[in-house]
Each structure stands twice: as C-alpha cells, then as structure tokens.
C-alpha cells in the first residue's frame, strides 16, 4: 500500500448450505422486529432503502423467489449507503474567477455478502469487488429510488455469486494462510435517525469577489507564476440501512478555503506552497484581513525559497514542528496500525506482532478520536459520527505510555481483534477499511520551545554537526507498508530551516525530503515541545480520499535522514510576466491622454 496525504456461484453441499441458510433466516428474525419498533415516520429516502433492501434479502436466492431459474446462494447480509451532498464551489486565479457553481448529487453504495461471515465473497484479492455504486435521484420519487435500488443489487449480488465461486475454489488450492480470521464481524444494529443537513448558507457575490481577491495579492508577487484560491461548502446526510437492522440517517456540513501557488528556482525546482482553512460552515472561517495577511505571507516565502541554496543529504538530529510532527506520524505511524494491514500475505505487518510491546519512547501516547470535532479552536477535519459501515465512532487508545495496544478496526477482524471499533471509513466507490479520523499524539516529557531549540544545538554538537534542521511546514508524505517494497516513507517539507551550532542566523534550504524506515524513527524521538498544532487534510489509501486530522506538538528526534528531491528540468518562463508589460502600457497610455 502506497497513501498519499495532501493540503478519493454454486453451492456447496451438505453442512455448508444448511449453516447459510440457518444464518439468514436469524437475521431476518432479527431485522423485522427492529422494523416494527420504528416508531417515528423515516425520512422517505430511508424509508425507501430500507423497504426494497428487505424485499431483496426476502427473496434474493430463496426457493419460489420470482424469476428464479438455478439454485443460488442468498446474501447473508446487504447494505445501503447514500451520499446525499450539496455543494458549492467557488475558485479564482490570477484575480480572477474561474467558475462559480452548485451541485447536488446522491450516489448509492450496494455491498452484498454471500456465504458466510467466517468465508464470503470479498474474501482476499476480492474484497474491492464487494461494493456496487449507482447515482440515484435527487429528489424523493419512491419508484425511481426503488428501481434504482434494484438494479444496483442485482448488479451487485451478481458479482457477489461470481466472487464466491473464486474464493471457495481459490480457498481449495492455496496454502493456508497466516491469519485464518474471517471476512466479516458480526456487530450490533445502530439507529440514529436525524433531520437532514440544511443546504450550505454562502453568500455567493460576497464570497466570489472575497476569493478572486485573495487571488489577486499574488500579482504583487511576480515570480509567483500559478496561483489557485477555492472556497468549497458542503451539506451532506449519510444514509446507511443494513439486513442486521441499522437504521441511520447523519448530517454533516464542512467548509474549506485551498490556496496553492507555485513558482520555480532557476536551476528548475518546482516549488509550491499550500495552506487550507477549515471550518464546519463559511461563517466560521477567517476574516478576510486575516487570510489577505496569509496570502502575502504565502507569496514572500515562495520568492524566499526561490533564491535559498538547495540541500545536501543530511542525517543528523532535527525538530518538527507541531504541524510537521502530525504530518509525520500519520504517515510514519498511523497507517501501520490501521487493522487491515495486520493480514494478508502482502502486508508488512510492522506492528502485528507489537501489541503490548513498547513501540514508541514512554513519554508518548497516541489516539485516534473521531468524536472531537476541535482542538482549541481549531476544527477537525477528521470528525464523524458513525464510519462508513454504519458504526458508533470512538476514541480509540492506541498507544499508552509508548505501549501499543489495539488496532484502528473496520468490520474486517484480524488475529485477537474481531470487531470493529469504528474505525470503517472510505470514499463513496470504495470498501470501507481501517482508517485514520483525528490522530492525536499527546506527551508528557514537554519543554518550552525555546528549551527544544538549545536542545537540538546540544545535540548537533554532540554528534560533530555544524547545524541541525527545523522544520517548520510539511505539505505531505506518503507511506509503502506491503511486503514487496521496502518498509519505508517520505515526507515533503515545504519549509526548512538549518540551525547552526555557532550561532550563525537560520538559513532556509530548498528540496529537501524526508526518508526513513518506521521503527527507527520513533524510537529517535528525545522530547516535545508544549504546544500542539493541528494538520487538516486529505488522506488518499485503498479505500479512496477521506478528509483527516492530526494533533501533535513539536518534536526533537536526535536523527532524521533527508534526500534531495527531484531538481526539475523545466527553465524559469522565458516571456516576461504579462503584469509587468501591463504597467508600463498603462503608464504609456495615460501620459498620452495626458497631452
């Protein structure tokens, strides 16, 4: 597995069939009571999926089942999950508008599971297989949504039969494998039935001519060459129905404003930087001096890091600041403990053996807590109420005490973890998996950040350096946990710093990167600083793009290794800036008004 963070039969005989059958019919004893004890009306979309999803596992593979012409495996278990999202989207560049527009859509995820728990369909290589995704209606029309929901499961359960033939010859033939835990936990119903998100509030003349002037500071800046500014809002109610009788139906709203801008060194490094303000709604974010304030800061870098001296591979010791320590250990850490990745004959496995075992130094502890939605007055981007298979979030203990201790659970079980924690997230399209939400690394060996700072100093001394790193911005990383590649990640500072021993000023450095190898770099780890800092972004992995979070506080690691990055190829632009030619005709053709 590479991720990317950034700022989406037959049956078989005797025993088996009567276990399938037997299993089916006590969760359909299970569902229908549930069902009558629905006392408030369902909204009309809920109400539909869970009406056709009941007609569907009635009959799907059952005898005197109408149209049924071959003896076929029912589904031991079936889903709905909508997306039902508004939106509104507004960019800009070069001070300027690029489009402004609405959208509304909603899109279906059907997953089918047939066989077994300990044994179905998405077992293996073909558990992606296991969800089928249709857009539905946007409005509330009971046939459409209903025959929509019908050709989605046929379609479904169709690729479900075929699957299971695979999997139990494939089963058949191969050796056993290493972890014998089954495909599916059995969990217990959730219901949550809430109003619907109301439609994103944004005053879209205010907010169109507030975004193209946040793009317009960066013609002050003319080796800035590209520059996007996007606000994006969003309403979105997630609707899950389930055979086993979960009923939900939860809001959520989220707004972000993306700023990217680029520009290029003269030996033909690329150089970027980005920074996003989230809030839950528009009225939440920043006040305009504030972002205009940003946006300059933003543009006085980039010209910065185009004139500072390019890297030389280092290893030595270095701080992270909060925000780069969150990038850090989501990439270096957090995907390591997602459940997933303690199975398969393709995975690492780096901590599957670990639990109970020291993996990180005793003055840290990590958890993942999807239920917070801030940390000070930061929001979090990684908040949910209830994952993508239709689970209670929680907090989830980690690490304690530099202790590993559990796992982050979908509904998939590993070896003495079988079931989920609410941890089952993933991209409409996608089969949920273990995933990260709100990562947060919490210490108690804290020290003032000036303090971490003669820390560092002491430390490139001690080991005969002539200057350690800081750094300040990490744009993002990504991490290899299979088995084919080697056991390592990489992480893109934006903004780095070389500290040095004899009291020279800092001195910025370009295209460095970071590399290592998990184990060894969190055991590297001396101290923290006091204060944590909040890193709001897309996670890209198996199961699609999912907005995520990570909360630590600034760390000094007594060795971190650096690369340098790709240098590029591209010259500068040859043509002169298109502002600059402006000015001067603009000068040119008023002085001659003028006479």
Not at 4 to 11: A, G, W, Y
Not at 172 to 201: C, I, L, T, W, Y
Not at 491 to 516: A, H, K, M, T
Request: aromatic share 6%.
């Amino acid at each position: 597995m590479r991720s990317t963070l950034f700022v989406v039969p037959v049956l078989s005989g005797g025993n088996r069939t009567r276990r399938i059958t037997g299993t089916c019919a006590l969760l359909l004893a299970f569902t229908l009571p549930t069902l009558k004890a629905q006392t408030a009306p369902l909204p009309p979309l809920l109400d539909t999926m869970t009406a056709e999803l009941s007609r569907a596992m009635g009959s799907l593979g059952r005898p005197g089942a109408e149209k049924q012409s071959e003896k076929q495996v029912p589904p031991y278990f079936l889903s709905y999950s909508v997306a039902d999202a508004r939106g509104i989207s507004i960019r800009a560049q070069y001070g300027a508008l690029v489009d402004s527009e609405d959208s509304r859509q909603r899109v279906v995820d059907v997953q089918v599971r047939v066989g077994d728990p300990k044994l179905d369909n998405t077992h293996g290589t073909h558990r992606g297989a296991a969800v089928n995704t249709m857009q539905l209606p946007i409005t509330d029309d009971r046939e459409a949504l209903s025959r929509s929901l019908w050709l989605a499961t046929n379609s479904g359960y169709g690729t479900a039969l075929d699957n299971f033939l695979r999997v139990k010859t494939e089963s058949e033939v191969r050796a056993k494998e290493e972890d014998s835990s089954g495909d599916f936990s059995m969990e217990a119903p959730q219901v949550s039935v809430n109003q619907p998100a109301p439609p994103p509030v944004v005053d879209k003349a205010v907010w169109e001519d507030r975004v193209r002037g946040l793009s317009k500071i960066f013609r002050e800046y003319p080796d800035v060459y590209q520059n996007i500014v996007m606000l994006t809002a969003q309403s979105e109610t997630d609707y899950f129905a389930s055979s086993e009788g979960s009923r939900l139906a939860n809001p959520h709203r989220s707004a972000r404003l993306i700023v990217f801008a680029v520009s290029r060194a003269d030996d033909g490094m690329d150089l970027f930087r980005a920074q996003t303000f989230e809030a839950e709604t528009v009225a939440g974010l920043p006040k305009q001096a504030e972002l205009e304030a940003a946006m300059r800061e933003l543009g006085k870098s980039l010209e910065e890091l185009r004139k500072a001296p390019l890297t030389e591979p280092f290893n030595g010791p270095a701080i992270l600041s909060g925000r780069a320590a969150a990038v850090f250990f989501h990439e270096v850490l957090g995907h390591r403990l997602e459940g997933q990745r303690q199975r398969g004959d393709e995975e690492g496995q780096t901590f599957t053996k670990e639990v109970n075992k020291p993996v990180l130094p005793s003055f840290l502890s990590v958890a993942d807590d999807p239920t917070r939605t801030k940390f000070g007055d930061t929001w979090l981007s990684g908040t949910y109420d209830y994952d993508d298979e239709g689970q209670k979030a929680k907090k989830v203990d980690l690490i304690q005490d530099g202790v590993l201790k559990t796992f982050l659970m979908s509904r998939l079980p590993i070896a003495s973890f079988s079931n989920s924690n609410g941890h089952g997230r993933g991209q409409t399209g996608r089969v949920p998996n273990g995933r990260q939400g709100n990562l947060i690394v919490t210490s108690t060996k804290m020290v003032p950040e000036p303090e971490l700072r003669k820390m560092l100093i002491e430390e490139a001394k001690k080991q005969g350096k002539a200057y350690g790193l800081y750094f300040e911005d990490i744009s993002s990383g990504f991490a290899v946990t299979t088995r084919n590649s080697p056991q390592a990640f990489q992480v893109i500072p934006l903004v780095v710093y070389r500290v040095y021993v004899d009291g020279r000023p800092d001195e910025l450095v370009r295209g460095v990167s970071i590399v290592g190898t998990p184990l060894a770099a969190m055991k590297r780890i001396l101290a923290t600083g006091d204060k944590s800092e909040v890193f709001n972004g897309e996670c890209g992995a198996e199961s699609g793009s999912i907005p995520v979070s990570a909360v630590a506080p600034a760390m000094l690691l007594t060795e971190i290794e650096t690369q340098k990055q790709q240098q590029g190829t591209e010259r500068v632009p040859i043509l002169s800036n298109p502002s600059a030619m402006t000015a001067s005709a603009a000068t040119t053709g008023t002085a001659g008004k003028g006479n």
